[in-house]
């Protein structure tokens, strides 16, 4: 098999939380790996390598998210792993976790086997499974820990629907103990919530719409963190949405307890007004919150309380949203827009861009023990480069996922993926997927 052509990535500002890296430097790709970090023209005497010009861009470690529905097995007329794959590759996303609540659910060695064959296949981003808490997902008996860990997946959950049973979530986090993976926890007191829509708020009132009150989210959050507490398993909250859950799990880590978190960007920078309007696009779960809960949100940000931004990538076919509010499905794409959404964020000074980094790629890795997120030497060279203030707009006609379930489209983000790169391979060249683009090429040839 013939080598892969060095690559020199050159006059970009590399960001790298993990490593402390902040200015001009070069990067050189040998062999699928970081084979060095040099100032500006160190890498010169490399004659044979293709040369990547960052000149005004930001190259950053890839981006590394946590929670991403794809659907596949079972709904691929919403997504497949070749489409959310493909899709995390443009938003500059490199590795990629996949929730279980597919059809049949990711509980068995077989499921999980298949979802990485065909992730392999797409060529795309990295996709790295996360198996189900419980059998069919219905919290009654424990899944096969072992078997789906030797198979390949990287933590467990149930989301989309929480652990009802402690004494289950008790057993679960005792078996992830001895296999030194995390439990991420849907966190929802369903006789709290009562299927409700939106936020329980006065204007949950006025718009005569059931409402899921923020403490049927918190009570499960101190629920989870007792039981860590108590069998020293790991905890990874998803989606946490409200400024109480945040301060509870800066108590818990303050006490010592192995619990990490991650937040949506939607949760961050859209409120429960958006809802005024009945549009299913505003409709998820955790609801939209009232902007003290963002506040809240923000800080935890700010003080290293939130370890990780996560897309909760959640493709719906558009039938399933253009009903009334209260019978649509729930969730919003992700994929294509958190990069640029945190990138608004650091832009307006809310976070710093070292933290936004730190977000998006050490933090997550570091939540499920991952071994990507930095530009360390040596390591896959799993890169992004993005120009920090290059505008665009959301359209339906860009948004590669086969849903377009996004509150998102037509906004003007900042903020654009220049180029991916996964393990050494070249995945998105100019803001276009490289396999298009020879397809296109040879095409044109004929």
């Known amino acids: ?123 795309a981003s990295r996709v790295l499974p996360i198996g189900a808490i419980s059998m069919e997902r219905k919290g009654k008996q424990l899944a096969p820990y072992h078997e789906l860990a030797k198979a390949g997946c990287v933590a467990f959950s149930d989301d989309g629907d929480p652990v009802a049973d402690a004494g289950l979530m008790r057993k679960a986090l005792e078996w992830c103990l001895m296999l030194g993976l995390p439990l991420s926890c849907h966190e929802e007191d369903r006789n709290l919530s009562c299927g409700g829509c939106m936020n329980e708020s006065p204007l949950s009132l006025r718009l005569g719409l059931k409402g899921f009150p923020g403490v049927a989210e918190d009570v499960m959050i101190a629920r989870d963190i007792e039981l860590a507490r108590f069998t020293k398993g790991k905890v990874h909250i998803c989606h946490v949405s409200t ?37 299913t696009s505003f409709k998820m779960m955790p609801p939209l919150k009232g902007d003290e809960d963002i506040i809240g949100l923000i800080e935890g940000l700010k003080d290293g309380t939130v370890d990780a931004i996560a897309s909760d990538h959640a493709p719906h076919h558009a039938d399933s949203k253009l009903v009334e509010f209260s019978r649509a499905t729930v969730g919003i794409l992700g994929l294509q827009t958190s990069l640029p959404l945190l990138l608004e964020m650091s832009g307006q000074g809310v976070i710093s861009r070292k933290r936004m980094v730190d977000l998006l790629c050490s933090g997550p890795s570091r939540s499920f023990g991952l071994d990507f997120g930095t530009l360390k030497v040596g390591r896959d060279a799993d890169i992004v480069v993005v120009h920090p203030s290059r505008t665009w707009t959301l359209s339906t006609e860009g948004i590669r996922s086969k849903s377009k379930n996004s509150p998102f489209v037509g906004r003007t983000l900042t903020g654009q993926v220049v180029h991916t790169f996964v393990g050494g391979r070249h995945v998105v060249n100019e803001g276009c997927l490289t396999s298009e683009m020879s397809v296109k090429a040879a095409g044109n040839s004929k």
């Open 1 to 123: 098999m013939a080598k892969a052509q060095p690559i020199v990535i050159h006059g970009g500002k590399v960001i790298d939380a993990a490593t402390e890296l902040d200015g001009e430097f070069d990067i050189l790709i040998e062999d699928g790996r970081v084979a060095a970090i040099e100032k500006p023209g160190v890498l010169k005497g490399h004659s044979e390598a293709e040369r990547i010009d960052a000149k005004g861009m930001w190259v950053m470690p890839g981006c590394v998210d946590l929670h991403v529905h794809l659907r596949e097995p079972g709904e691929e007329w919403k997504e497949t792993i070749q489409t959310g794959a493909e899709a995390a590759a443009l938003g500059g996303y490199t590795s990629i976790c996949c929730m279980p609540n597919t059809r049949p659910a990711n509980d068995s060695p077989e499921v999980t086997r298949f979802i990485l064959e065909k992730a392999k296949a797409a060529g």
């Open 243 to 279: 400024a109480r859950g945040i301060e509870l799990i800066r108590r818990a880590k303050n006490d010592g307890i192995n619990i990490t978190c991650e937040v949506a960007p939607h949760h961050l920078l859209l409120n429960e007004q958006c809802v005024e309007t009945y549009d």
